[in-house]
């Protein structure tokens, strides 16, 4: 229901602010302030991202938690998506999106509503994997010996029978 509201909800929003704002300065300048919010919102889109992507490289080379770089990048995702949208209500929170600061408190906020029950780096190991080790040359596997002839007598064709 709240996804079904905020579709709603959204589009009406803008409009009106459209007709808000448009009447006050006028159908041109109105059309250049969401060209320009665009623009920009595009360009700060890509520098957040880039440090967003530099810090969850950081997180893997240091093995630590990448789940705060991941919410932030997806929350860079989310507000250029918001900024490409025209409108000021969506601008609004698409550049809201981009501090630093109120992500941080939004990713607290989220995290403090999920629970995490289990969090393993470097892959499965355990007891369904007891000889994964890095020095291991152990490869598991199956065969069946196919030179062999078959019943009728006669090789498969795939292999020569024998000599």
């Known amino acids: 229901m709240p996804l079904f509201l905020a579709f709603l909800l959204v589009p009406i929003i803008e409009i009106a602010l459209f007709i808000q704002v448009g009447s006050f300065i006028g159908l041109l300048p109105t059309l250049g302030i969401v060209i320009l919010t665009a623009v920009l919102g595009t360009w700060l889109v890509k520098t957040q991202g880039r440090l967003a992507l530099g ?4 997180s893997f080379e240091h093995l630590s938690d990448p789940t705060e770089p991941l919410a932030h990048g997806a929350m860079i995702l989310l507000a250029g998506a918001l900024l490409l949208t025209p409108g000021f209500f969506t601008d609004a929170f698409g550049f809201l999106l ?3 600061g109120f992500r941080t408190k939004a990713f607290s906020y989220v995290r403090s509503k999920v629970a995490v029950t289990s969090f393993r780096m470097g892959g499965a190991q355990g007891p ?5 080790n890095a020095g291991d ?3 598991d596997g199956d065969f069946e010996d196919v030179t062999s002839p078959s019943s009728t007598g006669r090789s498969s064709g ?3 029978g024998p000599k």
């Open 55 to 58: 810090q969850l490289r950081g």
């Open 98 to 100: 981009l501090v630093p």
């Open 128 to 132: 369904s994997h007891p000889r994964q």
């Open 137 to 139: 040359d152990i490869i």
């Open 158 to 160: 795939w292999v020569e």
